[in-house]
């Protein structure tokens, strides 16, 4: 969907609602880092959201009227947005990960991670092992990971695990919207102590991971999603050491773990210079996932204190 000019103040279409906010976030001290990069881009979920329209939506919907009562809403939402610097998904209740609609709020971080990415790959070539039955979304938030398993690989069994009881119930509401509850397992645990003898073929996870001078710093927007889901100690690799340590038991013999540590990576090299992991590289953007097989966190036990 293309800009066009705007001179309207009480905008009467589509067209003119989207240069409105487009004109009032781009003018604000709004940070762009929840599902957008910029101010037109989330104009346009902003809009055709309220309006009722798809995202898809080309040029032939600009001149669709824009109601009064449709204007105070999106007026409503745009003060939200800009003076109170909430995300735009916590707004609509609703956010997109790897192509599919998740309902939102602040139970759970906004949906983003380039994970989704490797769905269409089916995770190779990193994954080298049969075809994956049974994967686990480790800090599952939302379920945003774990769903996109589920729907994009029929074959698979998908456990949702999260700590936060809100986060698990998101979940449940996710996967009920999705239809796919038939297919996963969520599972309140703090890491892997409720999971009993199950044994993965890919272990996912999201975990916080955020260091404390990045969580003191970070804009106001993320201070509106759980603290919890986001920082993990001074150096925000708490729960990612964790991980580390106890994660080959849990793992098929020709297994994989993926992690998304962000930020921290250099961190994660630094207290283990002799361990193998693979960064990977993602078209669409995003840094600082790696993967590491069963094999190599067998070997490298010892350096996580096993």
Not at 101 to 121: I, K, M, T
Request: hydrophobic share 40%.
């Amino acid at each position: 969907m293309e800009k066009s000019s705007d001179k309207t103040e009480i905008p009467a279409t589509v067209g003119e609602a989207l240069q409105y906010c487009a004109r009032h976030l781009e003018n604000s001290d709004a940070y762009f880092g929840h599902g957008t990069d910029n101010p037109w881009d989330e104009a346009v979920q902003l809009v055709l959201t309220v309006v009722g329209l798809p995202l898809e939506s080309g040029d032939e919907v600009l001149p669709h009227a824009v109601t009064r009562a449709t204007f105070d809403q999106l007026s409503s939402l745009l003060q939200r947005r800009i003076e109170d610097r909430v995300p735009l998904p916590y707004l609509l209740k609703r956010a997109w990960f790897a192509g599919l609609e998740f309902h939102c709020d602040e139970r759970a971080l906004v949906p983003r991670s380039p994970l989704g990415e490797l769905l269409q790959c089916q995770f190779k070539p990193w994954y080298s092992g049969p075809e994956p039955r049974r994967i686990l979304d480790l800090c599952c938030g939302g379920g945003a990971i774990g769903l996109a398993c589920a729907h994009y690989l029929p074959q698979v069994h998908v456990d949702l695990l999260d700590l936060q009881a809100g986060a698990l119930a998101l979940s449940r509401q996710n996967a009920e919207a999705l239809g796919l509850e038939q297919r996963v397992s969520i599972i309140q645990s703090d890491l892997f102590r409720a999971v009993g003898q199950v044994q993965y073929d890919l272990i996912l996870s999201n975990p916080p991971y955020v260091n404390a001078l990045d969580l003191a710093t970070m804009p106001a927007e993320y201070h509106h999603e759980p603290p919890t889901a986001l920082g993990s100690g001074s150096d925000g690799l708490a729960l990612t050491h964790r991980i580390l340590a106890s994660a080959r038991d849990y793992l098929q013999p020709e297994g994989l773990l993926v992690v998304e540590v962000g930020n921290s990576w250099l961190a994660l090299e630094s207290a283990y210079p002799g361990v193998p992991f693979t960064w990977l590289e993602f078209e669409n953007g995003g840094h600082g996932v790696f993967a590491l097989s069963a094999k190599e966190l067998q070997d490298c036990s010892a350096s996580f204190g096993g």
